[in-house]
T-cell receptor, first 113, second 113 residues
Framework: DSGVTQTPKHLITATGQRVTLRCSPR?????VYWYQQSLDQGLQFLIQ???????AKGNILERFSAQQFPDLHSELNLSSLELGDSALYFCASSLSGRMDEQFFGPGTRLTVL | AQSVTQLGSHVSVSEGALVLLRCNYSSSVPPYLFWYVQYPNQGLQLLLKYTSAATLVKGINGFEAEFKKSETSFHLTKPSAHMSDAAEYFCAVGADSSYKLIFGSGTRLLVRP
């Protein structure tokens, strides 16, 4: 158990819908990262937050957005869902947000039908 | 730009045999290098990390990796494979300026009895 929690574990929805994925970092970690893992794209970095502020952005679609709240949990919002958005979404956290160890959550499996 | 290449999407070894998983990186700045392991239906777990302190890095579960700048490689080895080592292994590169990890495509390790 990494100490990072993600909810829900599984999510099945239809095209065009909007979903919210939630992540709680390890106690004391200030930085949260979101990654997408799919068969065709592999593991891709989406976005990073540090202490409530966006720090780095990767290949995140405009239909996707994220935020980190004052209690440091983070949410990833995916809207106008397409079939190709079906993937495993991982959240990771680290202490400082620099090149220290990232601890990964168990992931949320999103299926878009 | 940084990138990671993992040679071999699947590697099969016999129990007790040497494990060698290959990773080559490209980075314009001194890299941070990581190996993560993913067991089925789980998140990623850090095996080891290179941050320029020593070229031979020892990790958990008997794994180690050697940083070779001249070859831009960071191959993962274990002297004797166990059945429990069967999993997917990801090499990743990070640079301090960007705070994100770039992952390779992964290598699935199969261990034959």
């Amino acid at each position: 158990d990494s100490g990072v929690t993600q909810t829900p574990k599984h999510l099945i929805t239809a095209t065009g819908q909007r979903v919210t994925l939630r992540c709680s970092p390890r106690s004391g970690d200030l930085s949260v990262y979101w990654y997408q893992q799919s068969l065709d794209q592999g593991l891709q970095f989406l976005i990073q937050y540090y202490n409530g502020e966006e720090r780095a952005k990767g290949n995140i679609l405009e239909r996707f957005s994220a935020q980190q709240f004052p209690d440091l949990h983070s949410e990833l919002n995916l809207s106008s869902l397409e079939l190709g958005d079906s993937a495993l979404y991982f959240c990771a956290s680290s202490l400082s947000g620099r090149m220290d160890e990232q601890f990964f959550g168990p992931g949320t499996r999103l299926t878009v039908l | 730009a940084q990138s990671v290449t993992q040679l071999g999407s699947h590697v099969s070894v016999s129990e007790g045999a040497l494990v060698l998983l290959r990773c080559n990186y490209s980075s314009s700045v001194p890299p941070y290098l990581f190996w993560y392991v993913q067991y089925p239906n789980q998140g990623l777990q850090l095996l080891l990390k290179y941050t320029s302190a020593a070229t031979l890095v020892k990790g958990i579960n008997g794994f180690e990796a050697e940083f070779k700048k001249s070859e831009t490689s960071f191959h993962l080895t274990k002297p004797s494979a166990h059945m429990s080592d069967a999993a997917e292994y990801f090499c990743a590169v990070g640079a301090d300026s960007s705070y994100k990890l770039i992952f390779g495509s992964g290598t699935r390790l199969l261990v034959r009895p």
